[in-house]
């Protein structure tokens, strides 16, 4: 097996070396990596062998140096190496992206104004917390795991993208004056990622159900007029959310059957 070295900053780990090493370890499984966390000499930085993320204020992927403190037009590390190992197009499409990207170019206070909240604290994955902590006492005692991490981001990446093209070739029907998409599936990742291409949003989406035998009819993104909880006590309805986003038949009922009960559902 290959032997390499990556290094990395030392003091509090973040989010975005954490990732874009995660991706590296993914991407090499035939390799395995020194993560050293410390500033890099001069000679390391020239050496294309080495991987300098996120420290070194130089972006230079024939170097295989990605920090982007340097520059501000410049995006955080973890999409510089996603770029470099091919993976952006694949990947930029999951929903947590550009949020990542610009809390760490930006910072979080002006991120949580660019979204109008006060803090970004509420957000904050325990989780993840947990993690960084890991990795910041001992790299190598979690390296199985960010290369897991990293591989199945990857494995996602590609898996959504089918599904946008899955959604992309489904039928779109007016009901009223709703759009409704309908696809024979019980996966709905990829859905609202295509609908948020389409200059109108469909307002709901009609799909087998993942935990039944039955359809789901959900609202998306929140529609306005529609209430599926209008559906309560339907003979045909298993369930139907209070709030009215959603709604799920007991069988597999006939098409034009579940149109019938999404009509009802329109104010």
Request: net charge negative; hydrophobic share 40%.
């Amino acid at each position: 097996m290959n032997t390499l070295k990556i290094i990395t900053h030392n003091g509090y780990a973040h989010f975005d070396e954490f990732l874009a090493i995660s991706l590296i370890l993914a991407r090499h499984s035939d390799t395995h990596f020194f993560i050293e966390r410390r500033d890099p000499n001069e000679e390391e930085l020239n050496d294309p062998n080495i991987w300098v993320v996120d420290i070194g204020h130089r972006y230079e992927p024939h170097l295989k140096n990605f920090d982007h403190h340097q520059d501000l037009n410049l995006p955080a590390s973890f999409v510089q190496v996603a770029e470099f190992l091919e993976l952006k197009e694949i990947l930029r499409s999951s929903p947590w992206w550009d949020f990542k990207d610009k809390i760490d170019r930006s910072g979080g206070f002006k991120m949580a104004a660019e979204i109008g909240i006060n803090s970004l604290d509420p957000l904050n994955s325990p989780l993840e917390a947990f993690m960084l902590s890991l990795f910041k006492e001992s790299p190598i005692a979690i390296y199985q795991q960010m290369k897991a991490f990293g591989q199945t981001l990857i494995d996602r990446g590609y898996r959504l993208k089918e599904q946008i093209l899955f959604w992309q070739n489904c039928e779109r029907l007016q009901v009223k004056d709703k759009i409704v998409l309908v696809g024979y599936t019980d996966e709905t990742g990829g859905s609202v990622q295509f609908c948020e291409t389409l200059d109108q949003i469909p307002a709901i989406r009609i799909n087998y159900d993942g935990r039944g035998d039955g359809w789901s009819m959900a609202t998306i993104k929140d529609a306005d007029g529609v209430d599926f909880y209008k559906l309560e006590g339907h003979r045909q309805i298993k369930f139907a959310h209070k709030n009215g986003f959603i709604a799920k038949t007991k069988e597999r009922i006939p098409l034009e059957d579940v149109l019938y009960l999404v009509e009802q559902a329109i104010l």
